[in-house]
């Protein structure tokens, strides 16, 4: 069982940044995939960044050049580092977690979730 507690949302003008952090406890040591996703009100699911455990990361076209997926194993912790924020990143952002072992950690294959964390977009 792996347990995910999301922090660092908030709410910042158009340009502004922001940290996402992920604390994980549990069975951490065998967490391969971890992610970040997002969600705005009537629109579905949508990946954002993953890292594995071998620090390999993948960024989504949206995000590519303004976001950044980091690791830290001593903490149990990924962050995701936001910038030059637009209204459209509007959201609430999600971490997860997979245990077992799989290539490009796809996105449909996650088995942890935490409850979220709101980012607001202003213009």
């Known amino acids: 069982q792996v347990s995910l507690v999301e922090s660092g949302g908030g709410s910042v003008q158009t340009g502004g940044s922001l940290r996402l952090s992920c604390a994980a406890s549990?069975?951490?040591?065998?967490?391969?995939?971890m992610a970040w996703f997002r969600q705005s009100p009537g629109k579905g699911r949508e990946a954002i960044a993953h890292?594995?455990?071998?620090?390999?990361?993948y960024v989504a076209g949206a995000a590519k050049g303004r976001f950044g997926i980091s690791r830290d194993s001593a903490k149990n912790t990924v962050d995701l580092q936001m910038n030059s924020l637009k209204p459209e990143d509007t959201a609430m952002y999600y971490c997860?977690?997979?245990?077992?072992?799989?290539?490009?950690?796809?996105?449909?294959?996650?088995?942890?979730w935490g409850q979220g964390t709101q980012v607001t977009v202003s213009s």
């Open positions: 997860a977690a997979r245990l077992r072992a799989i290539a490009n950690c796809p996105a449909t294959t996650y088995n942890y």
């Open positions: 549990g069975n951490i040591a065998s967490t391969y995939c």
């Open positions: 890292i594995n455990k071998d620090g390999g990361t």
